[in-house]
């Protein structure tokens, strides 16, 4: 797994990353390589680290040891590299976080106006263009709390998709819709995987694993214990955390 | 009681109680722009990670909130000059108004801040946002609008404090007031009528702000 020869490949690679809260070990030793185009699901009971491992993929979070590598570009703590990062890596939360005080479109032009210069007339035909691209062009003109959480969400992934990011983390999308609008944002999610989008998502939907997952990553007390295709890992688990773990979601839904 | 009421002598100084309310008005708007800056500022600073940038605001806070403004006003005007700084009364009482409501727009705005969920501004850096377009571009319209009644309320505390500025015979209605009053012992009738001007003030501030509101913090609710 671990991968000290950085091959053309790879966009994403985690070593030996080491984070502490306090005297809490929140991940041990995540050794993680992702290629471009690759679709990674994490999953893992509450509490595992799957959260703090992907926000510090984009200096969200910092690590107290080991490295992280995005395209080429080391986080090695100055700002510049956390800015090179931010720019290719989007990121949609649990709990969509679109500015309230804009509408859907302004929420999609900010970052490229501010962070890549872009002018207010191309800005906002990038944010139509993803605004199409998670059909809710409709919505354009409308404030978040106006939406539904299916739709809400979809405009954050939109928003994510105005940077052209080259990887997108997810945090659990859906856990915070009703369950009516999951399929809305899961198909957006799939239609994005089709395109070819590099992702790595944190999520319990392991019809949206077995659909799009190039490999499932199970997580436990800050380790990540197993990975697999989507196949062999929901067929055969070789660790008696990983099946207990699947008993109790597959329980669930 | 055979006291004649006498509204005339009001009448005839109408003008100049016309002109002292605007000189009010004025005190009032120059000194809660200036609160407004330093409640923003003051906010940036006090909600830093550095705890050198904390610390004296915390300290102004504290200070200005546990003094009389009377105190502070006559601070600025009489011991300033002794450190060789020399102001008119219309600047000592705006900047006497900008510190005293700056210090309680401070606190007013840093809950606003606060009442801001984290995912907002994590939403900001994961897009490449840096610090400063976070929380002028993300951060600070939303926790205005939770704090504005706290926020308009407090201005409208400073408009009325524009009359403590009569101390310093600054240009205003309090001291236009005064001036009739000594000339004509009309003192009911003055301030009666003072009393109604201050009225009408205060429901023009909160006209203004009203309108504000309407303009800048209409968007829905979640
Ligand atoms: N800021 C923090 N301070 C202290 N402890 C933290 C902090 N953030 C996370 N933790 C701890 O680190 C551990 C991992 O948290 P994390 O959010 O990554 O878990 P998760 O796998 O995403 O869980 P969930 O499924 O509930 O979202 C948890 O035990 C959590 O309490
Ligand atoms: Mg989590």
Redesign the interface.
């Given at each position: 797994m671990a991968n000290s020869v950085i091959d053309q490949s790879t966009l994403i690679s985690l070593e030996k990353v080491e984070r502490w809260y306090g005297a809490f070990h929140a991940l041990k030793a995540i050794d993680l390589s992702v290629r471009k185009g690759e679709k990674i699901v994490l999953c893992g009971p509450s509490g595992s680290g799957k959260s703090t491992l992907i926000r510090c993929i984009n200096a969200l979070e910092t690590i107290q040891d080991g490295s992280i590598t995005v395209e080429g570009q080391l986080l090695d703590g100055s700002s510049k590299a956390v800015d090179a990062i931010r720019r290719e890596v989007g990121m949609v939360f649990q709990s969509f976080n679109l500015f309230p005080h804009m509408t859907v479109l302004q929420n999609c032009a900010l970052a490229p106006m501010r962070v890549r210069g872009t002018s207010r007339a191309d800005a906002e035909k990038l944010a139509r263009k993803y605004l199409e691209r998670v059909r809710i062009l409709d919505q354009a003109e409308k404030y978040p709390a106006q939406l539904s959480g299916g739709q809400q969400q979809r405009v954050a992934i939109a928003r994510a998709l105005c940077m052209e990011p080259k990887v997108m983390l997810f945090d659990e999308p859906t856990s915070a819709l009703d369950p009516e609008m999951v399929k809305e944002v899961l198909d957006t999610m799939i239609s994005l995987a089709r395109d070819g989008m590099t992702m790595i998502c944190v999520t319990h939907e392991m019809g949206f694993a077995r659909q799009v997952a190039d490999r499932v990553i199970f997580m436990a007390s800050g380790e990540i214990i197993e990975e697999a295709e989507p196949e062999i890992f929901f067929k055969s688990p070789k660790h008696e955390r990983t099946k207990t773990f699947l008993g109790e979601i597959l329980a669930h839904h | 009681m055979n006291y004649k009421f006498d509204f005339g002598a009001v009448f005839e100084r109408a003008p100049e109680l016309l002109w002292a309310t605007l000189g009010t008005f004025g005190l009032a708007f120059a000194g809660m722009a200036l609160a407004l800056l330093i409640g923003i500022l003051g906010v940036i600073a006090r909600t830093s990670h550095n705890k050198i940038a904390r610390a004296p605001v915390i300290a102004f806070v504290e200070i200005v909130r546990n003094t009389p403004f009377l105190v502070q006003i006559f601070y600025i005007y009489f011991a300033l000059p002794l450190m060789g700084i020399r102001l008119n009364p219309t600047a000592t009482a705006i900047i006497a108004l900008g510190i005293n409501g700056g210090a309680y727009a401070i606190e007013i705005i840093r809950g606003g801040v606060e009442s801001i969920?984290k995912?907002?501004v994590?939403?900001?850096?994961?897009?490449?946002?840096h610090k400063a377009?976070v929380f002028r571009?993300?951060v600070l319209?939303?926790a205005l609008?939770a704090i504005y009644p706290s926020l308009t309320s407090q201005f409208i505390m400073l408009t009325l404090t524009t009359s403590v500025c009569t101390s310093i015979a600054a240009y205003e209605l309090t001291s236009a007031a005064q001036r009739i009053e000594s000339d004509t012992f009309r003192s009911f009738e003055v301030y009666f009528s003072v009393t109604g001007i201050y009225l009408v003030i205060s429901s023009v501030m909160m006209g203004i702000f009203a309108l504000i509101s309407r303009r800048y913090?209409s968007?829905?609710?979640?």
């Amino acid at each position: 797994m671990a991968n000290s020869v950085i091959d053309q490949s790879t966009l994403i690679s985690l070593e030996k990353v080491e984070r502490w809260y306090g005297a809490f070990h929140a991940l041990k030793a995540i050794d993680l390589s992702v290629r471009k185009g690759e679709k990674i699901v994490l999953c893992g009971p509450s509490g595992s680290g799957k959260s703090t491992l992907i926000r510090c993929i984009n200096a969200l979070e910092t690590i107290q040891d080991g490295s992280i590598t995005v395209e080429g570009q080391l986080l090695d703590g100055s700002s510049k590299a956390v800015d090179a990062i931010r720019r290719e890596v989007g990121m949609v939360f649990q709990s969509f976080n679109l500015f309230p005080h804009m509408t859907v479109l302004q929420n999609c032009a900010l970052a490229p106006m501010r962070v890549r210069g872009t002018s207010r007339a191309d800005a906002e035909k990038l944010a139509r263009k993803y605004l199409e691209r998670v059909r809710i062009l409709d919505q354009a003109e409308k404030y978040p709390a106006q939406l539904s959480g299916g739709q809400q969400q979809r405009v954050a992934i939109a928003r994510a998709l105005c940077m052209e990011p080259k990887v997108m983390l997810f945090d659990e999308p859906t856990s915070a819709l009703d369950p009516e609008m999951v399929k809305e944002v899961l198909d957006t999610m799939i239609s994005l995987a089709r395109d070819g989008m590099t992702m790595i998502c944190v999520t319990h939907e392991m019809g949206f694993a077995r659909q799009v997952a190039d490999r499932v990553i199970f997580m436990a007390s800050g380790e990540i214990i197993e990975e697999a295709e989507p196949e062999i890992f929901f067929k055969s688990p070789k660790h008696e955390r990983t099946k207990t773990f699947l008993g109790e979601i597959l329980a669930h839904h | 009681m055979n006291y004649k009421f006498d509204f005339g002598a009001v009448f005839e100084r109408a003008p100049e109680l016309l002109w002292a309310t605007l000189g009010t008005f004025g005190l009032a708007f120059a000194g809660m722009a200036l609160a407004l800056l330093i409640g923003i500022l003051g906010v940036i600073a006090r909600t830093s990670h550095n705890k050198i940038a904390r610390a004296p605001v915390i300290a102004f806070v504290e200070i200005v909130r546990n003094t009389p403004f009377l105190v502070q006003i006559f601070y600025i005007y009489f011991a300033l000059p002794l450190m060789g700084i020399r102001l008119n009364p219309t600047a000592t009482a705006i900047i006497a108004l900008g510190i005293n409501g700056g210090a309680y727009a401070i606190e007013i705005i840093r809950g606003g801040v606060e009442s801001i969920s984290k995912g907002q501004v994590e939403a900001g850096y994961a897009l490449g946002l840096h610090k400063a377009d976070v929380f002028r571009l993300i951060v600070l319209k939303p926790a205005l609008r939770a704090i504005y009644p706290s926020l308009t309320s407090q201005f409208i505390m400073l408009t009325l404090t524009t009359s403590v500025c009569t101390s310093i015979a600054a240009y205003e209605l309090t001291s236009a007031a005064q001036r009739i009053e000594s000339d004509t012992f009309r003192s009911f009738e003055v301030y009666f009528s003072v009393t109604g001007i201050y009225l009408v003030i205060s429901s023009v501030m909160m006209g203004i702000f009203a309108l504000i509101s309407r303009r800048y913090f209409s968007y829905p609710a979640r």
